[in-house]
């Protein structure tokens, strides 16, 4: 069983604790569809329901987990996959703001501008989100990759040509996109 360790080598929680279920790509090449992993354990049951009907199943692991670690930790940090504002999966939604809204938590939308649209994503997100999720989000973080170490001073822009971006995104979703984030790329 895969344990994560303290600074001192100790085991600090387990895995299953935090990851309870995730989906695989199939072992065999002739197979064409995911398999279902349920605490640590391929479920061939779940694995063979449609996409849209694995929700009554898993939905149940995805809160006992949530509540066991709320119970253990003072904070816990939910990451989502893919788009919350997905609406042709919304129905079958376990991961993004199913969960958010299990525990009424303070949601960050977050875009890579290197990956392109992030301007139209951060917006467009949050336009597709229904007004109880809207007033989860407390807003938006823009990761910029920097070639050079940053100096830290966020209240100058050092990206003009992101700044008309950034006004518009922040006149329209009132003010709620966060300064850039620079992270540093380091070439291997």
Known sequence: MTRFLDEFGEPCFDILATIPLAISRA????????????????????TGLPWDQRKSCLWPVVVNALQSLRADFQQVVIEGAGSPAEINL??????NMSVAKECAAEVYLVSDIDRGGSFAHLFGTRMYLEPDEQALVRGSVLIIIELAPST????????PALSPGLFETRRKTAGRLQSPLPAQWRPR
């Open 152 to 159: 830290g001073d966020t209240s100058v822009c050092k990206w």
């Open 27 to 46: 072992v065999e090449r002739t197979q064409c569809c995911s398999q279902v992993i349920v605490l640590g354990r391929y479920d061939p049951a779940i």
């Open 90 to 95: 919304r129905q079958g939604d376990i991961v």
